[in-house]
Structure formats: C-alpha cells, structure tokens
C-alpha cells in the first residue's frame, strides 16, 4: 500500500495537467504546511521568522516544465529577483535551484547562460547558489555544467544523493574542485540498476560520504530530518575536532521543526530550504511520496 502511494505520487508530481490544475487553484491540500506561499514577498516574511530564532535559510522559486527558452529566462529572471529581495530586506538566505527550470533540457549552453546570469548576481551580493539534484537521468550534465562553472565561480555548490552507487567516486572526484556540497539521500525513484534499493544501504552510503567529504575539509550541508544521521554527524565532528563553522545542518520547511530549533539551541548552524512560487504541486508531491503519512494530513485540510 505504501509503495502504491508512494509511486502514485510521484507520477502525480510529474503530471503536466495535473501541475497546471493545482495552480489555477492556489495553494491548497494543506501545501501551505510545506511551501512557504506563492509570490517572493511571502517566502521573505517566512524566512525573516525563522532568522527570528536563529535559523538560516535557502530559498528555492519552484518552476517546473520548462520546454521553451523565454520560459527558462523568466525563471532565471526570477531567481535573480530573489537574490534581490534577499539583499533589499536583509534577510538571512542563499538561494538553491533546479538546472531543468533554467533550460537544462532545452539545451547546455542556455542553462549554462543563465546559470552565469544568477551567479553573477549573486556575487555582486556576496551570496551562494546551490545547485539542487533532480533525477538520475540530470545527473551527469548537472556534475559537467557544476565543474565548469565551479572555474570561474567561488559561490556556487551542488547536491550528491547518498542512493547512487556513483556517488562515492563523485565525492572523490568533487574533492580536487574543493566543492560546497549538499549530502541528502535522494528523493526521486530511480531503478536499482543505479540506486540502492534498500534504506539502510543508502543511510551507510549517506554516513560514509558525509565522513569522506567533512575529513577531506570541504564545507559539507547535511540534509536530513533523519535523527540518526544527524546524531551520526555530530559525533564524527566530535570525535575529529571538526569546528562548527565547517558544517551546517539543513532541513525542509515545515519538516521536524522542534528538531531544526533543538539544534540551534545545541549552536550548531541550521539552513532550512523555503520552497515559493505558483509551482508548487510537484514539490508537494515529492514530499507525499516521501512520506505517505502525509496523506492523513492532507485529508484533514481536504475539507478544511
Ligand atoms: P528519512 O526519509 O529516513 O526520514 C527521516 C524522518 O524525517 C522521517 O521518519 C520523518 O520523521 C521525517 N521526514 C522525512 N521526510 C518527511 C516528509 N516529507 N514529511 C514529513 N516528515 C518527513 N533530494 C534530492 O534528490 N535532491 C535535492 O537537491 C534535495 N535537496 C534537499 C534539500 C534539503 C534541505 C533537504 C532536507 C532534503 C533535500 N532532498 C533532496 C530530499 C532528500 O533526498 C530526502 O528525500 C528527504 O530529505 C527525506 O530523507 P531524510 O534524510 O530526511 O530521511
């Protein structure tokens, strides 16, 4: 039953008509629990509250099917004016994105354009860009694309998904580059020809390429509501005198709160990833599929 939930919602997630359905009505089904609203003024008020106790943040402008290229320089354009709202209201926020919506599957070089536009920006403001990873089928361009611009640019980094059977050597190659990464699981479903399809596989993958990555003395995000990978985290640190400044924990908006506040309180660095924008209906649903308890929750607000 789970399992059907689970891949019925990330073909939902998928669903072009399905998307397009979702934002002619608005934030609805309870998706307010986990984006933080439609336009760029509501997702800086939602950061400016979590910075009012001491939490950090990273905010993504949700753009999905992107198939031309005025659609991917509009998404560009309005990354670029979340930079801008950042630096206007001084909030305490970088930015994550999704190559796909900047043209990635249209081609190389528009994505790679716009990808300079943002970066570009962002260091005029002496902001970081995050590059989130989306299915296998991105990955290997996402890695091209991240070391090319990793040449030229200080302030970008990219995601490594702990599922891949490829990840460990990308961890020891993204070591030359001295790389900002991301550490997460993965999110999406990916065949087991090049995933693990068990948890505790990928939870010791995830362990091992957080030690590999933190010993390597390359700034490491680890991003997970999961508590024995964050336990795991700061004991490595303890053991191997890892200061705090070199590490930050990251979490999803509206996902194990009292544990993103814990942390704080303990001092360590917390960044929690603020999904905006319109669309919002495929994010939502990777959210479902990774935990299909959710549906209770959704039932509720269904008839609220
Ligand atoms: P796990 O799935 O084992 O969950 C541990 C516990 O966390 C659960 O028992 C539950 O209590 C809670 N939890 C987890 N997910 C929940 C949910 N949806 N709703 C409610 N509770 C939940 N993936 C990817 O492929 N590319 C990317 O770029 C990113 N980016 C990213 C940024 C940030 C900041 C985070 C935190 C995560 C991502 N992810 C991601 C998603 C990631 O790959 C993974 O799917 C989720 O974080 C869930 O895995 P956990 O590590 O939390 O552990």
Not at 120 to 143: P, W
Not at 177 to 200: C, D, H, I, T
Request: net charge positive; proline share 1%.
């Amino acid at each position: 039953m789970e399992m059907m939930l689970r891949n019925m919602f990330q073909a939902l997630g998928k669903s072009r008509s399905a998307n397009r359905l979702a934002k002619k009505y608005g934030l609805r089904f309870g998706a307010a629990r986990f984006v933080a609203g439609e336009t760029i003024k509501q997702s800086i008020d939602a950061v400016r509250a979590l910075n009012a106790d001491g939490r950090i943040a990273t905010l993504d402008h949700l753009g999905e099917f992107v198939f031309s290229e005025a659609e991917a320089r509009e998404s560009a354009d309005m990354c670029i004016q979340t930079l801008d709202a950042i630096a206007t209201s001084g909030v305490k926020s970088n930015l994550s994105l999704k190559m796909t919506s900047l043209g990635l599957d249209i081609s190389k070089e528009l994505c790679m354009s716009n990808m300079r536009r943002i970066l570009d920006r962002a260091r005029q403001y002496g902001n970081f860009v995050r590059i989130d990873m989306e299915d296998y089928a991105h990955c290997q361009i996402s890695l091209d694309i991240y070391r090319e611009l990793r040449q030229e640019y200080d302030n970008v980094g990219i995601v490594i998904q702990a599922y891949l059977y490829r990840t460990v050597q990308d961890i020891e190659d993204l070591n030359t580059l001295k790389a900002n990464l991301r550490l997460v699981k993965g999110a999406y479903k990916e065949s087991p020809q090049v995933a693990f399809p068990e948890k505790k596989d990928v939870d010791d993958n995830y362990k091992k390429i957080i030690e590999m990555h933190l010993l390597n003395g390359n700034y490491t995000a680890v991003a997970s509501h999961d508590e024995a990978i964050i336990n795991y985290t700061k004991q490595l640190v303890k053991a191997k005198g890892i200061a705090k400044d070199r590490f930050e924990f990251q979490m999803l908006y509206g996902i194990c709160e009292e544990l993103q506040k814990q942390l704080v309180a303990e001092g360590y660095r917390v960044r929690v990833y603020v999904p905006y924008g319109v669309d919002w209906f495929g994010y939502f649903m990777r959210r479902l599929a990774e935990r299909p308890a959710n549906v209770w929750f959704v039932l509720k607000n269904m008839f609220k």
